[in-house]
């Protein structure tokens, strides 16, 4: 597939939305929890049409549910991924399985190998749904954009013998404008400012590794050069669990019980940090693999990651908002967890102070509960993520020799030479951090990580998933715009 291929599929879902279909709540994810995949028929999940309410206008938006309206997936660990997708939609779609590791065929990017899904067509996927986690199914079109999103939860036996309550969240930028208009804004208004970031400034600055957290970086200004830029689109409003501040999901909790915060960002275009305010927390994985528990009440959470997040309640109980705050802004959105019987306060969605920018901190300390096992590098490339914001261009240089045979360890260093951070992520495998910002690391395994404006980070992980792989930004426009490689094993055409 070229170029053009991709970036046609990918422009499916800029037309408005049509009419609506009946799609529960989405609060209704919970009480799947306890459901099995362990079945000899396949699980129905259909891509439908819902309306929610965003700040007191109506909005048609899309939706993934089982045939009882409860959005997304909750399956078993070690058992099948047994699903039937079917469409009601009246436009051609695909879904990809973000955290899983499916077969190629299976993955879910519009002709690649696979077409899209047409109109009142069913398909069916089968395969090992993995070892466990916090994962999520959506869009790989800018179909995304119009909540066209699930969570996909994989749950282990030690899980559900944990005597804890699971809540899952799926934060969201929401816009009234469709993604195609979106895009086009973003591309004329940038041609409009002239701005002064093309691709020769970027290359002059690759040399200049960034060895703080990528926060630090935040509105400073070099000679000729642009200062680093957050966030490039301005939302009408960002959602957990498709609600804002204004009429937030409440979610009844036990006095002196504990929670597991399944966090998924998303987001399209925003990154955000979970503020769990005055309760601590456990950080305990990442993209749904476990890590050694980090212990904090801030956590950063770019676009495709996920984060679980263990609380303990107090045993007076109380109502405690678990916020999620845009990066470098002061809006927000989240959640509000209530004993039975606690006053709920009002929560503004400003706060009166930005939210952090996000950088490498926590990375750098993150361990992996299960790391994968040492070896050498049998292969390594250099990569280089560049962009021209006059163009609203973006691109990944060295992708073209990416090409790998099954039974390598393989080494990917992404070196970002422009001012804006973008979250990178592998399909169809899991990686470790080995390097951040030319220091070894034993990092986190995963599969998306923020690489942060003049960062390095440098991933490996083990061929063992034959396929034509993509390796893009989460940024939706990023990608859409020309943040997409290919990683391909040789012999795949």
Known sequence: MNRRDFLNGLMVGAAALGTSATIRPFRAFAEDAKSSSMQSAPRALSIGYRSIEVRGRSARVFGLAQPDGRPGLTLDAGAEFNVALSSVIDEPTLIHWHGLTPPWAADGVPDNPVALLKPAETRRYTFPAGAGGTHWMHAHTLQEQNLLAAPLIVRTAEDLERDEQEVVVLLHDFSFSSAGELLAKLKGSAASAGMPMGHGAMQGMAGMQHTMSGGDMSGMAMPGIAAMDLNDIEYDAYLA????????????????????????NGATAS????????????????DGQGVQPVAGASFPVSMGQRVDIRLSLPREGGAFPILALREGAVERTGIVLATLGAAVRKVAIEGHAKGPVLGLDLEQRLRPVNPPAARAADRRFELSLTGDM?????GIEGADGLVVKRGERIEVAITNAS???????????HFQVVGINGTPVAGAVRDTVLVPPMASVVLAFDADNPGRWPLHCHHLYHMASGMMAYVTYDGIG
Do not use: C, Q
């Open 419 to 429: 001012m804006m951070a973008h979250p990178m992520h592998l399909h169809g495998h």
């Open 390 to 394: 006059a163009a609203y261009t973006w």
């Open 271 to 286: 990154a955000f940090t979970i503020d769990t305010g005055s309760l601590s927390g456990e950080l305990v994985a990442v």
């Open 241 to 264: 669990n498709d609600r804002t501040l204004d009429d937030p999901e409440i979610v009844t909790v036990e006095k002196g019980g504990r929670v597991r915060l399944r966090i998924i």
